[in-house]
T-cell receptor
Framework: QKEVEQDPGPLSVPEGAIVSLNCTYS??????FMWYRQYSRKGPELLMY????GNKEDGRFTAQVDKSSKYISLFIRDSQPSDSATYLC?????????????FGTGTQLKVEL | GAVVSQHPSRVICKSGTSVKIECRSL??????MFWYRQFPKQSLMLMAT?????????EQGVEKDKFLINHASLTLSTLTVTSAHPEDSSFYIC???????????FGPGTRLTVT
C-alpha cells in the first residue's frame, strides 16, 4: 500500500464547475499537507499549505484536512480553463517539507470551455 | 517570491555518457536542496537530499555512484547522471528549501532522454 493515494484521473469538468480533488494517506505522523499544481513539463507550484485538521481558503481554492479519516481535499470554485493541470497532494512530518515530502500520484484536471 | 532555476531544461544524450544538471536558488540561500525524479503520469519520487558542504543522503534504491550530487554553495546543487542508460530517461526536478518560512520551492525540471 502506498503511503499516499490519489486518483490519477483524468478529471474533465465544464468551465465554472466546482472541482473536488482528494488524497488519502496511511502515515499518521504526517502533520503538514500541501497541494501543488503542475503544468505539463513544468515543476510543481505550491497552491495551498495547511497544518493539521481544518479548512483553509485562498481565493477560489479551499483545502480541507481530516486527520481522523486521513483524508485531505482541495476544492476549486468557478473553475477556469487555466486551471487545467495536474494537481499533486504532498505531505510531511516537518514544517514545509523540510525533511521530506511524500507526494500522491497527481490528478490530471481538464476544464473545458 | 522564491525562484529556482534548472539547467538545461532538456537534454538528449547517448547511452554510456554522463550528464550534469544544475539547480540554482536565484534569490535566496538554500542549505538543503532535493532531487526528484518523475516518470510520465507518475508522482515525484525523492532521490536524494543535498546538503551544502556535506554528502548527500540518498533514498533507498537510488544508486549514489550513478547519481552524483554536489552541493558546493548555498545557491547551487548539481546532479550528474553517470553512464546514462535509456532507463534513466525521465523528468528530473530539484527543489530548494527556504528556511523562513520553511518551504520547498521547485525548479522547472529537466527532461533527460538517453538514446
Amino acid at each position: 500500500q502506498k503511503e499516499v493515494e490519489q486518483d490519477p484521473g483524468p478529471l474533465s469538468v465544464p468551465e465554472g464547475a466546482i472541482v473536488s480533488l482528494n488524497c488519502t494517506y496511511s502515515n499518521s505522523a504526517f502533520q503538514y499537507f500541501m497541494w501543488y499544481r503542475q503544468y505539463s513539463r513544468k515543476g510543481p507550484e505550491l497552491l495551498m499549505y495547511t497544518y493539521s485538521s481544518g479548512n483553509k481558503e485562498d481565493g477560489r481554492f479551499t483545502a480541507q484536512v481530516d486527520k481522523s479519516s486521513k483524508y485531505i481535499s482541495l476544492f476549486i470554485r468557478d473553475s477556469q480553463p487555466s486551471d487545467s493541470a495536474t494537481y499533486l497532494c504532498a505531505m510531511s512530518t516537518t514544517p514545509g517539507g523540510g525533511n521530506k515530502l511524500t507526494f500522491g500520484t497527481g490528478t490530471q484536471l481538464k476544464v473545458e470551455l | 517570491g522564491a525562484v529556482v532555476s534548472q539547467h538545461p531544461s532538456r537534454v538528449i544524450c547517448k547511452s554510456g555518457t554522463s550528464v550534469k544538471i544544475e539547480c540554482r536558488s536565484l534569490d535566496f540561500q538554500a542549505t538543503t536542496m532535493f532531487w526528484y525524479r518523475q516518470f510520465p503520469k507518475q508522482s515525484l519520487m525523492l532521490m536524494a537530499t543535498s546538503n551544502e558542504g556535506s554528502k548527500a543522503t540518498y533514498e533507498q534504491g537510488v544508486e549514489k555512484d550513478k547519481f552524483l550530487i554536489n552541493h558546493a554553495s548555498l545557491t547551487l546543487s548539481t546532479l550528474t547522471v553517470t553512464s546514462a542508460h535509456p532507463e534513466d530517461s525521465s523528468f528530473y526536478i530539484c527543489s530548494a528549501l527556504r528556511d523562513d518560512p520553511s518551504e520547498q520551492y521547485f525548479g522547472p525540471g529537466t527532461r533527460l532522454t538517453v538514446t
